[in-house]
DNA sequence: ATTATGACCGAAG
DNA sequence: GCTTCGGCCATAA
């Protein structure tokens, strides 16, 4: 029998739910962790949501940028918040001091 | 089993 | 607007 005697990176299936649900945001919208907690079972769970988001990370598997705080603020990015900003202005989601513009409007539902 | 750690949140001052 | 505080929660050590 073969045995796993090494270390590697293992998601978690709280990870995997948490990307699952961003996968389902779509360019354009971003949701809040909170949400984004509620959205797979763990409503209260916001805080490990972003611990799940800023471990591992390969940028550009999973559109991470697009989840934000609740009161529209960036929130944490492993790049830096310059880049965060990048990422969603990209997706044509304005950034203004800070929060994203027209918040509510931009919130997906999931 | 216990402890420490955070990309958080809401209420309160 | 701000800061502080208490509460929440999955993980790693």
């Given at each position: 029998?073969?045995s796993?005697?090494?270390y590697m990176?293992?998601s978690?299936?709280?990870?995997?739910?948490?990307?699952?649900?961003?996968?389902?945001?779509?360019?354009?919208?971003?949701?809040?962790?909170?949400?984004?907690?509620?959205?797979?079972?763990?409503?209260?769970?916001?805080?490990?949501?972003?611990?799940?988001?800023?471990?591992?990370?390969?940028?550009?598997?999973?559109?991470?940028?697009?989840?934000?705080?609740?009161?529209?603020?960036l929130?944490?990015?492993?790049?830096?918040?310059?880049?965060?900003?990048?990422?969603?202005?990209?997706e044509?989601v304005i950034?203004?001091?800070?929060?994203?513009?027209?918040?509510?409007r931009?919130?997906?539902?999931?």
């Open positions: 029998m073969l796993v005697r090494s990176p293992m978690t299936v709280f990870e995997k739910k948490v990307y699952a649900a961003l996968k389902r945001i779509p360019r354009g919208k971003v949701t809040t962790y909170a949400r984004l907690a509620k959205a797979i079972g763990s409503p209260n769970a916001a805080r490990a949501v972003g611990n799940a988001l800023g471990k591992n990370q390969k940028i550009g598997q999973i559109p991470c940028h697009r989840v934000v705080r609740a009161d529209g603020s929130g944490g990015f492993a790049l830096g918040k310059a880049e965060k900003v990048k990422y969603i202005s990209r044509g950034v203004r001091n800070g929060k994203i513009a027209d918040f509510r931009r919130l997906f539902d999931f």
